[in-house]
């Protein structure tokens, strides 16, 4: 079965940082475009970031200036460096294709709390 797989998260207080990661044991990740998605309690799944496989990024303005994506072909990852969190960034994130063309997976969950 093809699939990602997410880990990094964890709990964490306002303003602080914390490295989301990305690999999938199926598909070399260097091929597609990938993204990070978040799901906050009671909201629908949006996608957060996009790392385009000539590395061009885009952002949700959400969290444009605070989180960057980038990958490491020699791992087959891709990271979300997360900064200034906030405590609406609580959610659980998933890595998936920019078409979300992967199953979903279990995701990492996220909190940000005082």
């Known amino acids: 079965q093809v699939q990602a797989v997410e880990s990094g998260g964890g709990l964490v207080q306002p303003g602080g940082s914390l490295r989301l990661s990305c690999t999938s044991p199926?598909?070399?990740?260097?091929?597609?475009?990938m993204a990070w998605y978040r799901q906050a309690p009671g909201k629908q799944r949006e996608r957060i970031a996009v790392?385009?496989?000539?590395?061009?990024?885009d952002y949700d303005d959400s969290v444009s200036g605070r989180f960057t994506i980038s990958r490491d072909n020699s791992n087959n990852t891709v990271n979300l460096q997360m900064n200034s969190l906030k405590p609406e960034d609580t959610a659980i994130y998933y890595c998936n294709t920019y078409t979300a063309a992967l199953p979903w997976g279990q995701g990492t969950q996220v909190t940000v709390s005082s």
């Open positions: 199926d598909i070399t990740l260097s091929r597609y475009h």
């Open positions: 790392l385009y496989a000539i590395g061009d990024t």
